[in-house]
């Protein structure tokens, strides 16, 4: 098998670090010593490990073929490997591509795929079948799933089942035409301004109320909200900046300081880390946002069709209509890459419809 080591190297200019991946391979039925090396750029310092753990994979998974095809080519065909040597590969393979977040609902769904496998005696790709994807859809709707979930979940596993073919794991694409779980699309929420103010005194003097204010007046996605730091607000020029590593659209964009933010951001300047905290100074977390939300808009309120999503929404349909945005500025503040998602905002800004009894 292959084994993964980091060594550094003495250079004319200094040194150097590398990840080296050891491997054999039988040439002429002879064992030779392979390694192959990725250099550690100091701006980018885990790329190289992600690559040489991506290159130990293939070689393991190269190596798991041959053994299995009895010393044959092992490009031959696909091989009867197991389910889980394919499904961990995979989540290994795509980690670099995807964020930390995604990533763990990921290996989440994979894991559900697993045990249901499992349970069925299914342990090599060889023994997949059709009806292993139905029975797995069929699990999570008698746990009572929304379809929803069970569509994104299939969407991961697609994804997995795609990667499988094109790297020699499965022998045909099993979900081909597999049928789609059906998603009503919800009506986007937007809060009225009574409503903005009946939701800040709900939320009172607890530590949820900067996230929902913060939210309401930036049109922040939670993601971003945990993101930001101390060092992204500029005072002097009354923006408050959302780097690219953090947005959604991964470009940079700024929004203007709300007058009702600005109490706030005062007592934060000159601060580090983490601009919204909790109450025990710890940062918050996307899921625990969401979590005290719902309770709160729940359990207070008596809302139920109202997400922390609809933060978002709210900034978007109160700017628009308040007419004094243009699409194309509403669509810099939301940052969208398309004008096409900022005129939704513009169509939910509470216009009325056009008369139709004109013929």
């Known amino acids: 098998m292959a084994t993964l080591r980091k060594r550094s190297k003495k ?27 990725f250099r550690v750029d100091p701006k980018a310092p885990q790329r190289a490990r992600l690559l040489a753990e991506q290159r130990k994979a293939e070689v393991e998974r190269k190596i798991a073929r041959l053994k299995l095809s009895g010393g044959s080519n092992v490009d031959f065909g ?6 889980a040597d394919w499904l961990d590969t995979f989540c290994r393979a795509v980690q670099p591509n995807c964020s930390e977040d995604y990533h763990k609902i990921v290996v989440y769904t994979l894991q559900k795929l697993r045990d249901l496998l499992a349970d069925q005696g299914v342990e090599t790709t060889g023994q997949l079948r059709r009806q292993h994807f139905s029975d797995f ?8 799933n929304k379809p929803k ?9 697609k994804r997995a089942v795609n990667w499988g073919i094109e790297e020699g794991w499965l ?6 035409s597999f049928p789609s779980v059906k998603v009503l699309k919800k009506r986007r929420r937007a809060l009225s301004k009574d409503e903005i103010e009946e939701l800040l005194s709900a939320a009172g003097d607890s530590d949820l109320y900067e996230p929902i204010l913060f939210a309401i007046y930036t049109g922040a996605r ?6 930001l730091r101390c060092s992204d607000v500029d005072l002097e020029a009354g923006v408050i900046h959302f780097r690219a590593e953090i947005t959604k659209s991964g470009e940079h964009g700024d929004v203007p300081i709300h007058s009702r933010l ?26 625990a946002i969401t979590r005290r939300f719902s309770a709160l808009v729940q ?18 349909s109160q700017l628009a209509a308040s007419g004094q945005i243009s699409p194309f500025e509403l669509q810099r503040l939301m940052r969208h890459k398309s004008i096409t998602t900022s005129m939704i905002y513009v169509n939910m800004a509470g216009q009325k419809l056009p008369p139709i009894d004109v013929f």
């Not at 696909?78 to 389910?83: F, L, S, T």
């Not at 859809?137 to 009572?144: H, K, L």
């Not at 979930?149 to 596993?157: E, G």
């Not at 207070?300 to 709210?314: E, I, Q, S, Y």
């Open 11 to 37: 250079l004319k200019h200094g040194a150097a670090t590398y990840w080296v991946v050891d491997f054999s391979v039988t040439e002429n039925g002879e064992v030779r010593r392979k390694q192959e090396h």
């Open 78 to 83: 696909p091989a009867d490997v197991e389910v």
């Open 137 to 144: 859809v069929s699990a999570m709707q008698e746990r009572g």
């Open 149 to 157: 979930t069970i569509h994104n979940d299939l969407s991961i596993i």
């Open 171 to 176: 022998t045909d694409n099993l979900l081909r």
């Open 222 to 227: 939670r993601g971003e909200l945990v993101k």
């Open 262 to 287: 600005r109490p706030l951001l005062e007592e934060k300047a000159g601060g580090t880390g983490r601009l919204l905290k909790r109450g025990n100074g710890r940062p918050w977390t996307a899921e």
């Open 299 to 316: 359990n207070k309120l008596g809302w139920d069709d109202v997400t922390f999503h609809c933060m978002r929404h709210t900034f978007g």
